[in-house]
Nanobody, 117 residues
Framework: QLEESGGGLVQAGGSLRLSCAAS????????MGWYRQAPGKQRELVAV???????DYADSVKGRFTISRDNAKATAYLTMNNLKPEDTAVYYC?????????????WGQGTQVTVSS
């Protein structure tokens, strides 16, 4: 199970930090990432990070967003700086979790990020 937190309303140029905590019996988590979906648009990748720390970002957020992980806490973070109105979306956490029942691809419930101009 994944639970996100940290969304909210912020003015353009502001910052937010999202958190995603995995719970349950977890043997390991390979990839953790953040996706977003704006109204009327498809869900898109924002940033992903492997358990080894290798990260990849969408071109639209490079230099502004930073993904990080605390593997001991099974938690991922997304630090978002210099936010723009076009960053407004529901942000979803995703993770490949290896547990008792094997490896599952899990999604959080989403957290709303709204950036006002």
């Amino acid at each position: 199970q994944l639970e996100e937190s940290g969304g909210g309303l912020v003015q353009a140029g502001g910052s937010l930090r999202l958190s995603c905590a995995a719970s349950g019996i977890i043997f390991s988590i390979n990839v953790m990432g953040w996706y977003r979906q704006a109204p009327g648009k498809q869900r898109e990748l924002v940033a992903v990070m492997t358990s080894g720390g290798s990260a990849d970002y969408a071109d639209s957020v490079k230099g502004r967003f930073t993904i990080s992980r605390d593997n001991a806490k099974a938690t991922a973070y997304l630090t978002m700086n210099n936010l723009k109105p076009e960053d407004t979306a529901v942000y979803y956490c995703n993770a490949e979790i290896r547990g008792i029942k094997g490896t599952t691809n899990s999604w959080g419930q989403g957290t709303q990020v709204t950036v006002s101009s």
